[in-house]
Antibody, heavy 122, light 110 residues
């Protein structure tokens, strides 16, 4: 079964740091591009970062650029998000999601993990 | 990186059809086939409904269909059922290599 499991969320003070992890199983992780998507409480989905299958290229949403860093360890089948200088507005459920492919195209998010909650508050 | 524009809410009665629009620009929806739609029930992770504008993954009901005209994509749900009540999000690849979601549409089945 193709599965993504996020971990590492929790309560952190404004200005603090946190590292999220996403463990992949059921597929050849090193062949797939990955993303982080977040959802603030009661709000919509926000794409925040992308990483290519080999760790490059990397892209960020303007809202997290310079504060968050995406990375991956293909040997460990894991995706990471290092978050620093956290703000109250970063409070959200953070999902990892794979870019899935057909025989001719790659360009949609499937599957998604169940999410890990990050709360930024003093 | 402005969000794609979706109506905040739509509603319909069981058995009816509804369409949710998703408006972008020539730098995202208008330029690429990488337009997808997701269904999200409360407390659940998003679920892929449509990819590459019109394609349905295996296991997704034929009642869900997608289309695109210019910079506007659309999701149509026919034969509305109670379980279709959920939030729906569109997504597109963009010219900058990033991705962008719509603001989401809450579907109410009356």
């Amino acid at each position: 079964e193709v599965q993504l499991v996020e971990s590492g969320g929790g309560l952190v003070q404004p200005g603090g740091s946190l590292r999220l992890s996403c463990a992949a199983s059921g597929f050849t992780f090193s062949n797939y591009e990955m993303n982080w998507v977040r959802q603030a409480p009661g709000k919509g989905l926000e794409w925040i970062s992308y990483i290519g299958s080999s760790g490059y290229p990397i892209y960020y949403a303007d809202s997290v650029k310079g504060r968050f860093a995406i990375s991956r360890d293909n040997a460990k089948n894991s995706l990471y998000l290092q978050m620093s200088s956290l703000r109250a507005e970063d409070t959200a459920l953070y999902y990892c999601a794979r870019i899935d492919c057909s025989t001719t195209s790659c360009g949609w998010f499937d599957p998604w993990g169940q999410g890990t909650l990050v709360t930024v508050s003093s | 990186q402005s969000a794609l524009t979706q109506p905040a809410s739509v509603s319909g009665s069981p058995g009816q059809s509804i369409t949710i629009s998703c408006t972008g620009t020539s730098s995202d929806i208008g330029a690429y086939v990488y337009v997808s739609w997701y269904q999200q029930h409360p407390g659940k992770a998003p679920k892929l409904l449509i990819y590459d504008v019109t394609n349905r993954p295996s296991g997704v009901s034929h009642r869900f269909s997608g289309s695109k005209s210019g910079s506007t994509a659309s999701l149509t749900i026919s034969g509305l059922q109670a379980d279709d009540e959920a939030d729906y999000y569109c997504n597109s690849y963009t010219h900058s290599g990033s991705w962008v979601f719509g603001g989401g549409t809450k579907l109410t089945v009356l």
